[in-house]
């Protein structure tokens, strides 16, 4: 079974920066796209970030230009890395993965496994 369990959440004041990590066990697909979503109380669950195999990443608009998705492919662990943090990126953040690159990255039917999810609060 593939299991994703996140860690690195918290609370932090606006501007501040946190590093969120993912770490994956029994997943060894070697084409994937692994992603960042979040979802804010009240709001749908949004794609942020993703990687592929091939290495591209991928950022929605809000979170371009401040956050940055790797993939440790030796610990088999996402990273995601938040700088500039704002009150509005408050939320429960959930990583995933997909056994094949996902052109349309953003759309959470593509990913096969979810973690659990790590809080986000930025005051």
């Known amino acids: 079974d593939v299991q994703l369990v996140e860690s690195g959440g918290g609370s932090v004041q606006a501007g501040g920066s946190l590093t969120l990590s993912c770490e994956a066990s029994?997943?060894?697909?070697?084409?994937?796209?692994m992603g960042w979503f979040r979802q804010a109380p009240g709001k749908e669950r949004e794609g942020i970030a993703a990687?592929?195999?091939?290495?591209?990443?991928d950022y929605a608009d809000p979170v371009k230009d401040r956050f940055h998705v790797t993939y440790d492919a030796a610990k088999a662990t996402l990273y995601l890395q938040m700088d500039s943090l704002q009150p509005a990126d408050t939320a429960m953040y959930t990583c995933?993965?997909?056994?094949?690159?996902?052109?349309?990255?953003?759309?959470?039917?593509?990913?096969?496994?979810w973690g659990q999810g790590t809080q986000v609060t930025v005051s």
């Open positions: 029994g997943y060894t697909s070697v084409s994937y796209c």
């Open positions: 990687i592929n195999n091939e290495g591209r990443t």
């Open positions: 995933a993965a997909s056994n094949r690159i996902l052109p349309e990255w953003y759309i959470l039917a593509g990913y096969a496994y």
